[in-house]
Nanobody, 125 residues
Framework: QVQLVESGGGLVQAGGSLRLSCAASARTFSSYPMGWFRQAPGKEREFVAAISTTGGDTYYTDSVEGRFTISRDNAKNMVFLQMNSLKSEDTATYYC??????????????????WGQGTQVTISS
């Protein structure tokens, strides 16, 4: 089981930017594809972005394509989510999660294993 800790959330005005970070405990971090999800109050957990083990491939949900960028630093056991041009509808708790290479490409939360505790992102309009 991989322990994940997210950070970097906060309150920002619409149009602003935030960079979320996720620190992983596993020595085998580089073997896990990683993902970011978000969950707004009263809504289901929603896929945001995912990145392959090497960082050479990524995919996003349509609503963040072109505004968000997922990246990773395997030497530091970190994954990041750079969020630009933020909108009020981006307000949610953001979670990072691991998956495995067999499930890479999935957007379903059930295909992701270890989860962090989440970091709150609030966008004011």
């Amino acid at each position: 089981q991989v322990q994940l800790v997210e950070s970097g959330g906060g309150l920002v005005q619409a149009g602003g930017s935030l960079r979320l970070s996720c620190a992983a405990s596993a020595r085998t971090f580089s073997s896990y594809p990683m993902g970011w999800f978000r969950q707004a109050p009263g809504k289901e957990r929603e896929f945001v972005a995912a990145i392959s083990t090497t960082g050479g491939d990524t995919y996003y949900t349509d609503s963040v394509e072109g505004r968000f960028t997922i990246s990773r630093d395997n030497a530091k056991n970190m994954v990041f989510l750079q969020m630009n041009s933020l909108k009020s509808e981006d307000t949610a708790t953001y979670y990072c999660a691991t998956t495995d290479v067999r499930r890479y490409g999935s957007r379903h939360p059930d295909d992701f294993g270890s989860w962090g505790q989440g970091t709150q992102v609030t966008i004011s309009s």
